[in-house]
Nanobody, 126 residues
Framework: EVQFVESGGGLVQAGGSLRLSCAVT????????IGWFRQAPGKDREGVSC???????DYIDSVKGRFTISSDSAKSMMYLQMNNLQPEDTARYYC????????????????????WGQGTQVIVSS
């Protein structure tokens, strides 16, 4: 079974940076695109970024230019570098399989694969 374990969250002031990590097990790299999702209190979980098998990455508009997704398949790890964090980025962040839907804007949907991990909490103070 595919498992995702997230880490690296914390409390940071607006304008600060964090680097999230995701350890993936039971997964054959290349079978699915994987990415990052987040859920703020009282809101639905939303896709943030998706790393395609081609190596290209997609982001939702609100994080473009601030977040960078990457992976190290040899270590079975995925990362999310988050710069210039804003209070609206406050959420619990999760990693999982993803797909990109492009309409007027980019939307990142989750693909059911394994189960959601515990996530890692990011709190950005103003």
């Amino acid at each position: 079974e595919v498992q995702f374990v997230e880490s690296g969250g914390g409390l940071v002031q607006a304008g600060g940076s964090l680097r999230l990590s995701c350890a993936v097990t039971g997964f054959v790299w290349g079978d699915y695109a994987i990415g990052w999702f987040r859920q703020a209190p009282g809101k639905d979980r939303e896709g943030v970024s998706c790393l395609l098998n081609s190596g290209d990455a997609d982001y939702i508009d609100s994080v473009k230019g601030r977040f960078t997704i990457s992976s190290d398949s040899a270590k079975s790890m995925m990362y999310l570098q988050m710069n210039n964090l804003q209070p609206e980025d406050t959420a619990r962040y999760y990693c999982g399989a993803c797909r990109v839907v492009v309409t007027r804007t980019t939307r990142i949907d989750s693909i059911p694969l394994g189960s959601w991990g515990q996530g890692t909490q990011v709190i950005v103070s103003s």
